[in-house]
């Protein structure tokens, strides 16, 4: 707010992957940007904000269907279809990775490029995905959504990337 009220410059916000929004600033595509890098970028100051960790989660229906008779199995995840943000998103296959799930045997994905539909995609028992617990605390803790495997989230760094001739508040 305080940029917008200090003069006549207007917001043109711009959704990316957290680790490909560090390229949109070195390009001058944008001139600050949330950014999964803290590697120097050359004309910006990088600021640590917080790790946002994400848990893969699906309904109690989905994981019943999907997982049920035979469990979370490298088998069962290469067979069970995952949500996905968007084409950029790595999350997923990440996670997937970290379960012994190889990039050859990754399942059938839905996209979808909406935090809040990403959401209610899972609830609705549509895919699973991975979503940052932050968003979903509520969803866990009443069970609309379930952990796939517990303690087994994945933690992003993030940070706030700005041109120095930006004043950004």
Request: with cysteine; glycine share 8%; hydrophobic share 40%.
């Amino acid at each position: 707010a305080a940029f917008t009220q200090g003069g006549n410059e207007l917001l043109d916000i711009s959704i990316d992957d957290q680790d490909h929004t560090a390229k949109r600033i070195k390009e001058g595509e944008v001139m600050a940007a949330v950014t999964a890098s803290s590697n120097h970028i050359t004309g910006c100051n990088i600021w640590p904000l917080a790790n946002m960790h994400y848990v893969a989660a699906a309904s109690p229906a989905f994981v019943e269907r999907y997982f049920g008779s035979q469990g979370i199995t490298t088998k069962s995840l290469a067979e069970a279809p995952v949500l996905t943000y968007d084409r950029k998103d790595a999350l997923q296959d990440k996670w997937l990775h970290q379960q012994g799930v190889s990039a050859r045997h990754a399942p059938q994905r839905h996209w979808v490029p909406s935090a809040h539909a990403f959401v209610r995609a899972c609830e609705a028992g549509v895919a699973w995905g991975m979503h940052p617990t932050v968003l979903i605390k509520e969803h866990l803790e009443d069970g609309r959504l379930v952990q796939l495997v517990p303690d087994s989230g994945i933690s992003v760094p993030l940070y706030w990337a700005h041109a120095r001739n930006a004043q950004t508040g």
